[in-house]
């Protein structure tokens, strides 16, 4: 199979297992923390040169899954106000945590909830009102899938 078809493969895939493309969502995150690929590979626990090849479509997944538990944690941490705000202190206390955190994964516990997201749910209640949330997550569920799922969840209130 040649090269491309290869990377287009393996980026389909990529949309089936994680939601989007993983070259997307590492953007985002080198965007949001305003850190190098290579340093954000570090804090994932991941070599440099495998996340460019999960990025770029060269490979279809990430094969540890402390370092996907690690990426959802990072990704939840953009939506907390002082990291999102770029307070730089925030930002990098962010990045410690997460490289720091050793979830424990198994078939049936991927720990990416924190003490965080109790947070960011509460804020997004005292914002919006659950209809709000749930029409936010839909028009956002296709774009921004990790986004929409925390809107769904913080519109679901028990």
Not at 58 to 86: F, Q, Y
Not at 94 to 111: I, K, S
Request: aromatic letters at 4%; glycine letters at 6%; zero cysteines.
């Amino acid at each position: 199979m040649e090269d491309h078809k290869i990377v287009q493969r393996n980026i389909a895939l990529q949309r089936e297992w994680y939601g989007e493309p993983l070259g997307d969502r590492v953007r985002r995150l080198v965007v949001a923390f305003d850190v190098s690929q290579a340093f954000l590979a570090e804090v994932l626990g991941i070599s440099a040169p495998m996340l460019s090849q999960v990025m770029s479509g060269r490979r279809a997944k990430i094969g540890n899954p402390v370092v996907l538990a690690r990426m959802i944690m990072l990704e939840r941490k953009t939506l907390v106000p002082d990291v999102a705000a770029g307070n730089r202190e925030a930002i990098l206390a962010a990045l410690e945590d997460v490289r720091d955190a050793r979830p424990t994964v198994g078939r049936d516990n991927l720990p990416v909830g924190t003490a965080d997201d109790r947070a960011v749910l509460a804020a997004l209640r005292d914002i919006a009102e659950d209809e709000d949330l749930g029409e936010a997550a839909k028009r956002l569920g296709d774009d921004f899938p990790a986004l929409a799922d925390l809107l769904r969840r913080a519109g679901a209130v028990t």
